[in-house]
């Protein structure tokens, strides 16, 4: 006799094991085959290889016959080979096998009980592969075939079967609807109906139905003793008393949780429901408030095993161990079974979410199936009802068909609502967990954006005041070293309300990189030049080694300074002597070519176990030196999170004491090489030259710009002649007034500003000429001097002769470089 | 060349005013949008600084108003200038039909740019100013 373990078919939270389709004893068997067989169903419950052995066997000796019984045995001990299989865990193997047996069967004895056996196989291989749509429609054919082949117990294992689908599932209505219809089919096999009933009794309390649970589990036990089976009691009795816990019978539950130890106690296959009695004697005394017994119980069950190892009959247990230690202030163990409970709950949400999504099409097609036989039924009822009228006997036929067709139709519309709702339930309850953690997201990054609102806006007030009090030339130098130091805070504090919102920006995904065709050189060029007097103030020489890099580049240039920004303050904010480099180049990649930035210092260096820590947010090295080094300690964190969403990442190397180089590389894309570097020779067209405005008024200076700018490669922008050095540009724009306030002084002036800004070009734009300025102007060396007010249109005609002209004498030279 | 800075703070319409100052610019103030459309309907102005929050009418109601006039004026540039610092003001800005935003605190430089920006595009750059 084949019935499935008691523990199994009997567990409380576990999916139930799919039984093997037992049968009574057969009769002593006479051939050799036949003996096989035997031995292959005796060992199958408890040793599925020697049962596999066995059948193999018997496979041999059928292939042997040569009767007419031949194909039907040879699917026989296939049926008996696939069954030992799935035993085994060898779903793969197992398939083939059955398949071939049902082949066979299915051509030759379609409506036999070996027909249905083989599908029976053939879905415990599929419901066991998680394939639940097609286990379900084989157990509903094996369930017909059984029935026309008249074998009623099979038929309400093949039920049992399918209400073990919908237990997985948590469809506890469907469990009870097919466990119910098993045991009223097939009452004779004790061990059949104890599983039944105990299913029954399982579900109900699921639906929290507690006085009818304990009602079948009552049933059940019965059942239990009349097979003298203290094993199956026990299980029940523990059942039981866990539905009166619940159900908050606690005195009951009590005389129920010591009878099951007693019985658990009765002989040693009884012992194995021991754990399930301790768990349930556990939540008992929880429920009595008496965490300590509690904590006892769940101590004695748990002794020696491994609790990330625990099986879905162990959740509950977890559940109350979790509680009880809580209670007790043991938050290391009641954290412990906390994750225990965590890793079964969430093995058997998925079972159930996999499961009812399989079942889901599943159910749609049988509800739709009902829902047309529902409409079949009623034409034929408006038919008997019109028949029923010619005859002039229409009375109650009308009532009672409406009726039924509504009770039909409705019952198809329920069935469709439910498989839906249960569906959306499942996937309802995994996403509220992520449902939640979104809003706490939320509602930091609403906070992080009032508070940055709430900062900037005394902020403007400060760095506001700063730069006006800065911009006033009335101001004496020993004042505006205090204001500058005053702005310089200030600019520190916006940097850190940023750097924060950046951060959040990153966290949300809010953080959007947008590339675009840009000068990488010459953005270097810029960063090199921004730092360059604080790191000659520090006395440590900055070097800009950009030979190797690409010059034109589709990527976000504005992140990219934000990256360069951070690196090269850092850099020199902890180098006091030697040297920060910045070096720039490509490099090939496993997914083509990577943009290298690299910055190194002869700095204070990092100890190698902080080199992770520094790139978290508001870590530096330690907290004395975060004292004395100011920044807002999120830069690192930042350029790390910036370049992994630029598809690539940050890498450190550092020796204490001797210095760091940290290493950014990111997926490389370059522009069409239109406009030759900026950065090197001088500009051949007006499109790439590089401009440097001297106005002392920000409005002009601005207008000017907003001219000027799309028209060419860099604009560059200083209030004086002063200010205004170097020999990158190609043509200097001089306001008249920053000249001078004579025609004498601002002939001057234009003569030192041309050897300052050599070899550029100088033109003088000026309102308000005396006469004969304009060649004093250009004797003085002025390639122009353009009168303003200017339409924008006719100035830039005016810059663009100028470049020409002054283009001519170098092109030449720069030929001749080229040939060179 | 005639500036309107709508804002509430009045630090912060001191620190503008100062500002355009330096670049010979005069500005004329109002606390909220509703104050501002007023001012805008009673006088010429090259230019409109608008803050967003303010109480009373905020500058995205202001600014959505301001274009739904009929006249000429409805075309009159306007940069935001907020503290606001969430990543969708920029393009909620642009589509209810500011010129420009800037992000306080307001450099002086970004200030002036912005203006420069808007005169010369507005005016399709016939004039440099003196």
């Known amino acids: ?39 292959a169903k005796q060992a199958m419950m408890a040793d599925p290889q020697t049962a596999l052995s066995e059948s ?103 039920l049992m079967n399918i209400g073990s689908i919908y237990q997985d599932a948590r469809d506890y209505a469907k469990v009870l609807q097919y466990y119910a219809q098993a045991a009223d089919l097939y009452p004779g096999d004790p061990s059949l109906l104890v599983s039944a009933r105990n299913n029954i009794g399982n579900a109900l309390r699921e639906q929290k139905r507690f006085a009818e649970a304990e009602a079948e589990f009552e049933r059940a036990r019965a059942i239990a003793r009349e097979m003298k089976s203290a094993l199956i009691e026990a299980h029940v009795m523990a059942n039981l008393a866990a539905t009166e816990v619940e159900h908050g019978k606690l005195d009951a539950a009590q005389r129920h949780v010591n009878e099951a130890l007693r019985l658990a106690n009765a002989d040693a296959a009884a012992r194995e429901a021991l754990p399930g009695v301790w768990a349930v004697a556990a939540r008992l005394e929880l429920a009595r408030n008496r965490p300590q017994a509690a904590a006892a119980l769940a101590e004695r069950a748990f002794a020696g095993v491994d609790l990330e190892k625990t099986s879905l009959l162990d959740r509950d247990f977890h559940e109350t161990a979790y509680r009880a230690y809580l209670a007790l202030g043991d938050e290391p163990r009641a954290l412990a079974h906390l994750r225990a409970f965590k890793r079964l709950d969430d093995e058997a949400r998925d079972l159930a979410a996999s499961t009812n999504a399989a079942l889901m ?135 850190l309300v940023d750097d924060i919102l950046d951060l959040s920006k990153i966290e949300t995904g809010k953080m959007v990189i947008a590339a675009a065709e840009m000068d990488l050189r010459k953005l270097c060029e810029e960063t090199a030049r921004l730092w360059a007097e604080k790191a000659d103030a520090k006395g440590v020489a900055l070097t800009l080694d950009i030979d190797a890099a690409p010059t034109r580049i589709v990527a ?136 440097l405005l001297i106005d002392a008024n920000p409005l002009s200076q601005a207008v000017l710009r907003a001219v000027v700018q799309p028209q060419v490669a860099s604009v560059e922008a200083v209030s004086a002649c002063a200010d205004a050095a170097g020999d990158h540009f190609d043509l200097v724009i001089c306001d008249g007034a920053a000249l001078g306030d004579t025609a004498d002084a601002r002939a001057g002036a234009v003569a030192r500003l041309r050897r300052a800004v050599a070899p550029a070009a100088v033109v003088v734009l000026i309102a308000g000429a005396e ?35 002054r283009k001519a004498p170098v092109a030449d030279s720069s030929a001749q470089s080229r040939l060179a | 060349m005639r500036v309107l800075l709508v804002e509430d703070n009045d630090v912060n319409r001191r620190v503008v005013r100062e500002m355009l100052r330096a670049g010979g610019i005069e500005m004329a ?98 004039i440099l100013v003196a």
């Open chain 1, 1 to 39: 006799m084949f019935a499935a373990s008691a523990a199994a078919v009997l567990a409380t939270a576990a999916p139930a094991a799919r039984a093997f389709a037992p049968e009574p004893a057969a009769l002593a068997p006479a051939t050799p085959f036949d003996q096989r067989v035997a031995a």
């Open chain 1, 56 to 158: 193999l066997a018997a496979l041999d000796a059928a292939r042997r016959e040569t009767g007419a019984a031949r194909s039907e045995r040879i699917a026989t001990a296939q049926w008996l080979q696939g069954e030992a299989l799935l035993r085994l865990n060898r779903l793969d193997a197992a398939r083939p096998v059955i398949r071939e047996g049902l082949k066979a069967v299915a051509s030759g004895s379609p409506d036999s009980k070996l027909h249905g056996d083989l599908l029976m196989a053939q879905a415990g291989v599929l419901a066991t592969q998680g394939q639940v749509q097609p286990a379900l429609a084989d157990f509903h054919a094996a369930y017909r075939i059984f029935g026309k082949a008249g074998e009623a117990r099979s038929q309400a294992i093949a």
């Open chain 1, 361 to 495: 099409s599943a159910q749609f097609d049988y509800a739709n199936q009902a829902s047309r036989i529902a409409r079949l039924k009623a034409s034929q009822l408006q038919k008997d009802v019109e028949l029923a009228r010619a005859r002039g006997v229409i009375t109650n036929v009308l009532l009672a068909g409406s009726v039924v067709v509504g009770v039909l139709l409705l019952g198809a519309f329920l069935s469709i609502r439910r498989s839906r709702n249960e569906v959306r339930d499942a996937n309802g309850k995994l996403s509220k967990a992520n449902a939640a953690l979104e809003k706490a997201v939320q509602a930091r990054t609403e906070f992080l954006a009032t508070t940055s609102h709430e900062i900037r806006t005394p902020l403007n007030g400060i760095l506001g005041m700063t730069q006006v009090i800065l911009a006033d030339p009335r101001l004496d130098a020993e004042l505006k070293d205090k204001v500058n130091l005053l702005h310089g805070s200030g600019e520190t504090m916006r940097a």
């Open chain 1, 556 to 691: 976000d240039a504005g992140r990219l300074r934000q990256i360069l920004f951070n690196l090269m303050s850092n850099a020199i904010k902890f180098t006091h002597e030697g040297a920060v480099t910045l070096s720039v180049r490509a490099e090939p990649g496993p997914d083509g070519e990577r943009l290298v930035v690299a910055v190194t210092d002869t700095g204070i260096g990092i100890p190698k176990e902080r080199h992770e820590d520094v790139f978290e947010p508001f870590r530096q090295v330690d907290g004395s030196i975060t004292r004395n080094y100011e920044g807002t300690g999120l830069g690192l964190a930042i350029c790390r999170n910036l370049a992994r969403a630029m598809g690539g990442d940050i890498a450190l190397e550092s020796t204490l004491g001797k210095g760091s180089t940290f290493t950014v590389r990111i997926a490389l894309q370059r522009a069409a090489e239109t406009r030759p570097g900026v950065g090197g020779a001088a500009a051949e067209s007006f499109a790439e030259a590089r401009l």
């Open chain 1, 771 to 805: 006469p004969g300025e304009s060649a004093q102007l250009t004797a003085a060396g002025a390639a122009q001097v353009i009168a303003k007010p200017i339409p924008a249109p006719m100035l830039l005609a005016a810059l663009r002769a100028g470049f020409a002209e």
């Open chain 2, 29 to 126: 103030e109002a606390a909220d949008g509703e104050i501002g459309l007023q001012m805008i309907a009673d006088s010429d102005y090259d230019v409109v600084l608008m803050d967003l929050r303010m109480p009373g009418m905020d500058g995205m109601t202001a600014i959505r108003r301001l274009r739904a006039r009929g006249d000429a004026k409805a075309s009159l540039p306007v940069i935001v200038v907020t503290a606001d610092a969430g990543s969708s003001i920029e393009p909620d800005c642009l589509a209810a039909g500011a010129d420009g935003v800037l992000l306080k605190p307001v450099s002086m430089n970004g200030l002036f740019d912005a203006i420069g920006k808007v005169v010369a595009g507005r005016k399709g750059g016939d």
